[in-house]
């Protein structure tokens, strides 16, 4: 069993499409295991796209996932990352089949209602990043 990030985007929440997104999830046999609603900074922001802060689309980035409050869920799974990113779809939703979540429910490459760890690594650093010792209960 591993475990996993997810980050319910603001146009999920927009669209309130909250839980039928952890419905999916709870349907695929995920357990939640850590769960809240916060307003993600521009510090955390930075520190969690750092791989493209630099980049000229970064502000757009910033400004569009510090819109409004978000869901940050822990899941636990068997092989979760992998599991996860398959019922999702690809990043851009324009790509994402119908019966993915993408698919079903996003815009674009960045509208596209889920944030998802790509690797067990990065999964254990981000959810160090959001969940303190004791919020996961796994």
Avoid: W
């Avoid at 839980?19 to 046999?29: I, L, N, Q, Y």
């Avoid at 209602?113 to 796994?138: K, M, Q």
């Amino acid at each position: 069993m591993t475990n996993t990030l997810i980050i319910l985007k603001p146009d999920c929440m927009a669209k309130k499409l909250a839980g039928s997104v952890v419905d999916r999830f709870e349907k695929a046999g995920f357990e939640i295991i850590g769960a809240k609603m916060i307003r993600l900074t521009p510090e955390i922001l930075r520190d969690h796209y750092a791989h493209v802060a630099s980049k000229p689309f970064y502000p757009e980035i910033e400004q569009f996932m510090g819109s409004r409050p978000v869901i940050v869920l822990a899941l636990r799974g068997q092989d979760a990352v992998a599991r996860v990113r398959d019922l999702l779809g690809p990043t851009d939703s324009r790509k994402a089949p119908k019966g993915t979540i993408r698919g079903d429910f996003g815009t674009d490459m960045m509208t596209n209602v889920v944030h998802a760890s790509d690797s067990d690594e990065n999964a254990r650093i981000e959810l160090a990043r959001f969940f303190r010792p004791g919020e996961l209960f796994a």
